[in-house]
């Protein structure tokens, strides 16, 4: 059998390990042929592509990034390349000139969808669920969560000191436009006294109140955690906006730091790299097996994998009753 | 409700997370008192306790170790203080003095014995498993392992540039007497050649051929990780005992490091934070609803309580059918 | 001898270290009393303060932070608390009531000022530089900015893998107002393609430049860092300025990183530890000697101390000539 | 010109940053050749050797290792390969053979004596000193030196948390076999209480002693770092041998770590990639101005450069009067 890989969207950690896991068990366990796609979708319109030996996949667990690189090109969509082809065929030709038995594509919830549209057209695909973000349904975790949980985290830790040395609020905005999970697991983990979420409506009275609270227990400084797509007022950033309503609600100094791009590069976890290794090893399987149109997912510590027609189009997101923000709330924490 | 705390056994990262779980949940949410109390069960013969205040918790969250410190005080076994009293006795007489309504103990599968014959006694006990070898029966997950893990990964990861610069093997030996668990996940995310866990026996022969292998392919290094508990001659470290093995086996040049301690300390993992704390909560709510005898256990992403007494005794072992054994032969990783 | 300390201006990495550097050798080597003042000057206006002794130092070496907390309080300026005294006659008064022999400054380039202007009404007084910023004028380092350093080179080392995986400009601004010591150091050590500080006056072409000679070469990627006082439009912070004038030079796609607070805050790097320690046991051995009025320095790897007077009102600031620039620019670094 | 560069000894952080230091500034500045000598002097009789493009240069600045590879291959000496030519001779004809108008050598002490002798017999030579010992004299600090003392200082942090939770004594044990930097700057770094060094003699007693009156000052664990080469029974490492004698002087409960191999392995810090960089930025202008037979050094914060004569047979190390050592006794540090 001869397989394409490529990965499609934004960066996270871990990519590389799961190319790694795909190649090393095609080639070492089922003889399989793979051909690395470059820069997503793209790469299988202009065929850009490169042969994998096991030479090539050397030192890239614990790579960030990708190193087929990546492009936002949606086939389709309108914009990108190629705009004046149809490009979902020319893709379904170039598959088959390049005499790929499958193509297994890693990506975000927008790659999901790409991919089931092209599963719908009859290829041969499977998909891997990659995103920082841990948005994507059906599957428990996704690769790359938890080490932006962990920079994230860090960046929390160092703002504690410079909170109670200065006596502010410190707001930290971590990524997450629908989904609050990034600013509820760092929030936790990096001890927030607010967090705030997408998911979760808040009140700047409240939010005043628990930092006021603090103040009149001795404690003048606190960090607010926030996801970068909480409400505002529509014009700034949800970190300046926070920053701005707490010094008009407490008269405390607070600061804001936007986290950013950090939150996406360097090396995984040893969690994510396991994962992204287990993924990309059971991706290979599902070929092996001649099992196609689904992606892999985490249920518990078990990689299984569903159809993807039932994980297109939707969103996995926090609700009140996750344990953590139940938690949280039991030990005073405000989540709005 | 007036509850104590201890601590008990081996330092693991983690553990302070949890003690303040319990004491902010206890403190905020239920109202309860909070007793520290020091040295593990040690403190309970000697009445050695602190009362905590939410402040006692301040910058608990990130902190290694345990800030009530810890014993290897078994109270019904020989050894230890006071060898001439009857410990249990005399531990749930100072309970009653103490006015403490339920003991909570945080430690590993030799507290969880201890624990359980406290609760045929009729002590009100809940135990929160803390081990970093991840071996206690009946939770998917302790919290430590991960930061354990962490750590291990980190030096296999310095290891590499070594091996490779000056094309040797490297073996290195992490903790797990009995059980490999850190052995595997580390071995895994570090990019392992060989991992040797107590649970699967091994030939050196293959061992050998692995490495040689892996020279006739141009590679010539190759990193091997080992579980302490692993059979040797009965006389060497791990570590020793198999770098002179394959000296012997292949006649390339072997190097080995013992991680020993330091996979213990320091600062936990955001996601042992998370498990510590959400652990230490439920703890609390068990207590709230008069549920005792029990240890809070994670199952998937959900945290369980099971009876004490189904606990005591067991270890969770490595198998080969674990799926990132399963993953890793068939990537090449020779574990024995 | 009966001391004060005091921690002044911004929050900086190794503050806790050489409190701990000033006090060990006080308390166990010259006998010395020390008291800690709380709140920079503010405190030696409302005498907050406390009683040290060798426990209150216990876990501080690698805290981050300020144990003693700061303020912005500068008693020779109008604003602050206590508008309506002669704060300088106020503090001379506390002084004397505390039975203070000297006191200890901690603090940036504002703090030195103070300092001398304090030694010129006669008090006995002592500085230690502290500065993420390294631009304290007359020593060679000041603690601190190893630590930020270090931290801005591991959020540079994060962007490398998205910038080469999305083939884009990614731009990352660090601290630094005046002196680019922080963007020069992290630049070059997280390799960095194009460096703006603001001593060096640049031109957008040479930076659009660089850029498209790296695509030319097949490096359709490159990072740019830059300080946050360079010169912009006057109403952009750097990063988002210098972000819009490279797409509108190069047309790529560019994306930008403010890395902010957490520059300030976290665990010191052991060099700045160790820095720390020996300007706080050397500020000690001045006092015991009878010298004051001079500010801790280093020099070399030797420690020594320079009168306050020479200090104030001078900044240390990058320029062309510096080694890190020219060999910069010898490997091709655009510097404006 | 056209230059050839080699690494050889043990592993060190930086050696790729200082490589591509030389490359980046021989070819784009000089407009230089560089060829890459594989495997130390090994690939000088062998003429194991790559061209190296800018391209090569990729990813190297912040990898740890050697990209060219290293061996012990002393040329001057009897062993290693090739063992009945003479080896310097061939050397000096493949030398002529390749074309190359000089060598650059990366190394530690060896290195720079075999460096001494080639120049000597008329080889147009320059060398970059790497030790992670910090023992080459005429330098003020190498490369790797920090980065050391960066992953010492880490685990000494870690200890301090089971020491402490377990009331124990923890001894750990660094690099260093004739020279106790790592031990001294990491112990100090790291808050250790006993610091043993091969240059210093030392008491068990006074060792005891100072742990000892600890435990009656209420700090009942210490931490003790010593390096590799102390002096000892002639049978056991370092570590063990304190670990036992300790427990025999104060009765407290003793564990030993031995950091080993991970001391020398991953990403350089950035400091010592901006030292390495600019050592190879100097060497290669050395080269330029024809000015050979002479080892790069860094005093102060300048670049300089000395004849290899002078530095070859002498080793840089620590005396009482170092400041570290001073400033540590003043704090109660016990040095022996």
Chains 1, 2, 3, 4 share one sequence.
Not at 68 to 83: A, H, V
Not at 253 to 274: A, F, H, K, M, W
Request: with cysteine; charged share 20%.
């Amino acid at each position: 059998m001869r397989i394409g890989i490529l990965t499609a969207g934004g960066d996270c950690p871990g990519i590389n390990a799961t190319i790694r896991g795909v190649c090393k068990t095609a080639i070492n366990h089922y003889g399989m042929e793979v051909i690395g796609i470059h820069s997503g979708f793209q790469g299988l319109l202009t065929k850009d592509v490169e042969q994998f030996t096991e030479k090539s996949l050397s030192g890239l667990l614990n790579l960030g990034g990708t190193m087929l690189g990546t492009s936002r090109e949606k086939p389709f969509k309108k914009g990108g390349i190629m705009t004046d082809v149809d490009k979902p065929s020319l893709i379904m030709q170039n598959v088959k000139e390049m005499g790929l038995d499958c193509v297994v594509c890693v990506g975000g919830n927008g790659t999901q969808k790409t991919a089931a549209k092209f599963a719908d057209l009859g290829l041969n695909i499977v998909s891997i669920p990659k995103t920082i973000d841990n948005d994507i349904w059906g599957t428990d975790i996704s690769f790359g969560f938890d080490s932006a949980v962990s920079i994230a985290t860090d960046a929390i830790d160092r703002l504690h000191s410079t909170a109670s040395s200065h006596k502010r609020v410190m707001v930290i905005e971590v990524m997450g436009h629908k989904a609050g999970w990034i600013a509820l697991y760092s929030g936790m983990a990096g001890g927030g006294d607010v967090i705030l979420v997408p998911e979760i409506p808040y009140s700047m009275k409240k939010v005043g109140e628990t930092i006021l609270e603090r103040l009149r227990k001795g404690k003048p400084y606190s960090i607010v955690v926030v996801a970068e797509g909480i409400q505002t007022d529509g014009h700034k950033r949800a970190a300046e906006y926070i920053a701005q309503e707490i010094e008009y609600e407490t008269g405390i100094e607070t600061r804001e730091t936007v986290l950013g791009y950090i939150q996406r590069g360097g090396s995984p976890t040893p969690s994510d790299r396991n994962i992204a290794t287990r993924m990309g090893g059971h991706a290979t399987e599902l070929i092996a097996n001649g099992q196609f149109g689904r992606m892999i997912a985490l249920k518990g510590d078990d990689i299984v994998s569903i159809p993807l027609g039932e994980v297109a189009g939707k969103l996995k997101l926090v609700n009140e009753e996750h344990d953590l923000v139940v938690q949280g709330r039991r030990m005073g924490i405000c989540f709005g």
